[in-house]
């Protein structure tokens, strides 16, 4: 939903999903189970999820309303580090599914496989043996049609034909003096190694900030192998972690925020502000539940520009 009220199919969303879910205190017995099912990662050492365990009911609902509209405790990932919610417009050509890369794109039957995946399949699916659908025993009979059935073929590839259909809407931002600068900066600073144009992304994964990748991924994997050197966490530690983070496309950033893949950013002129990297900054998206600062590091590319090239810069990316 822009701000004029208009709506943009298939972009980015800014429904605010945990506020709705969680925003409410729920009962212990209820919430407690839902939390295991939805982010546990149990046999990760020290365990991610201990820490929200411990929190009471009203502690979750206020971890929940600090995840703002654009950013979603998405299952898989986890209440305390959500991620920045996708644009799907443009999917079509990304090779990798996830901010982690958690899925290869290689045809539209990818994208079907990721629906039904997504569907509740990966509730299924048994991590080191914790099955998200199966535990705690108190899920077990629970009637969740979410993992019980799956849009038939027929209907996944109708549906992955109409997101790859999903057209930008029109840009409001010419192509002026300001981005025609800004074009010069972005190529002099060398962003165009990994977001070239025309998807202004290379397509590939960079390494989690500590990964090491097992050898021969190289070989299946189209791997840049260094890192940005964002939170590692969310690759590292949920169940849509791999070790990696795609290289996103700069398009359509003129109709989306919550910038970095926790969100953390809300425009891009905080996401190119030097300060994000100090500890005392108040990032203007997500921030990490029960912190009052923090730190936004990593990517450190464009930070140092002048006044005028960081303007002409944003100009320039609102054209994309
Ligand atoms: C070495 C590769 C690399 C270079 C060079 C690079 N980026 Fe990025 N960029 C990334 C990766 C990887 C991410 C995702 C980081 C994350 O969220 O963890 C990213 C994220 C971004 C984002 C946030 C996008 C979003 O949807 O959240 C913007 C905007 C951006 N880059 C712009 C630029 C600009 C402008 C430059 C040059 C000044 C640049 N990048 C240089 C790899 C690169």
Known sequence: ????????????????????????????????????????????????????????????????????????????????????????????????????????HRSIADLMRYAAINQGADDLASYAGFIPAGTPPQFQNLPDPATQERYSDEQLYALALYVYALKPPPNPNKFGAAAAQGQKVFEREGCAN????????????????????????????DILPISVDTDPYLSMKTRRGTGYYKVPSLKGVWYRSMFGHNGWCATLEDWFDPRRTQNDYVPTGFKPYGTRNSAVKGHRFGLELSVEDKQALIAFLKTL
């Open 1 to 104: 939903m822009m701000p004029d009220g208009s709506a943009v199919e298939g972009a980015q969303g800014n429904f605010p999903f945990e506020r709705a879910l969680f925003g409410e205190p729920l009962a212990p017995d209820i919430l407690g189970p839902i939390l295991v099912s939805t982010f546990g990662a149990p046999w990760i050492k020290p365990d991610p999820l201990a820490s929200s365990e411990r929190m009471t009911p009203e502690e979750i609902a206020a971890a929940s309303a600090a995840i703002p509209p654009g950013v979603i405790g998405r299952q898989g990932t986890s209440l305390l580090y959500p991620v920045q919610t996708p644009d799907l417009i443009g999917v079509k050509d990304r090779r990798y599914l996830d901010h982690t890369g958690l899925q290869q």
């Open 194 to 221: 990994c977001h070239n144009p025309p998807l202004y992304t290379n397509n590939k994964l960079t390494l989690a900030e500590g990964f090491k990748p097992p050898p021969g991924a190289d070989k299946k994997y």
